[in-house]
């Protein structure tokens, strides 16, 4: 998944030039999404958030009992054409994980992360995805499932996975920053 993702960013970045590489690099999104995560190949920050039984039962239309959310740095191998800037060489990716009442399974499921008019996380091949707050509260990222959801497992090549929508309690979540090693099980579903 991430080699075609790559290619098509590697031709894209190619195709604009310099010019638009330069306008890239001074969105305001990009500098949000920047300030989320120093851009540097190689950092990480970790979110976590469990629900307590109080929280749950005063929320009892909350699914989600549990989110994990991993955002990293990677650096273009190889680099595109013409690369200058730090934001020409690196890419923003991100795993997360969710639990749910009702469902045993730890579901899983990454994608990349790009600044816009708001700084979207989405999974590959219409996987759906969340938006992040450009300015959470400090040491916190506040994560907004997106209308249509975001696919757990997916696959390219198949359709199926787990849909994970919003609901009347499961549309915003506050996580909390936490040591990155606690997010070390996400890393793998990130690459």
Do not use: W
Not at 49 to 76: C, G, N, W
Not at 77 to 93: E, F, N, R
Not at 155 to 180: I, M, N, Q
């Amino acid at each position: 998944m991430r080699v075609a993702l790559i290619g098509s960013t590697i031709v894209a970045l190619t195709m604009g030039g310099a010019c638009g590489l330069a306008a890239a690099a001074s969105d305001p999104a990009t500098t949000a999404l920047n300030s989320l995560l120093a851009p540097e190949p190689g950092n990480k920050a970790c979110y976590v958030r469990s629900y307590d039984a109080v929280h749950l039962r005063t929320h009892p239309r909350q699914r989600v009992t549990a989110m994990k959310f991993l955002l990293a740095i990677e650096a273009y191998d190889p680099k595109p054409a013409a690369a200058t800037t730090p934001q020409d060489l690196y890419y923003y990716t991100f795993g997360m994980s969710v639990s749910r009442r009702g469902d045993k399974r730890l579901l899983r499921t990454s994608g990349d992360c790009m600044g816009g008019d708001v700084i979207s996380c989405v999974v590959d091949c219409d996987g759906g995805g969340v938006t992040l707050d450009a300015m959470p509260p400090a040491g916190s990222l506040i994560v907004r499932l997106n209308d249509n959801g975001i696919r757990m497992f997916h696959d390219c090549d198949e359709e199926d996975g787990v849909l994970v929508k919003p609901g009347a309690d499961d549309k915003v979540f506050r996580l909390d920053k936490v040591a990155s090693d606690a997010c070390r099980a996400l890393e793998s579903e990130e690459k």
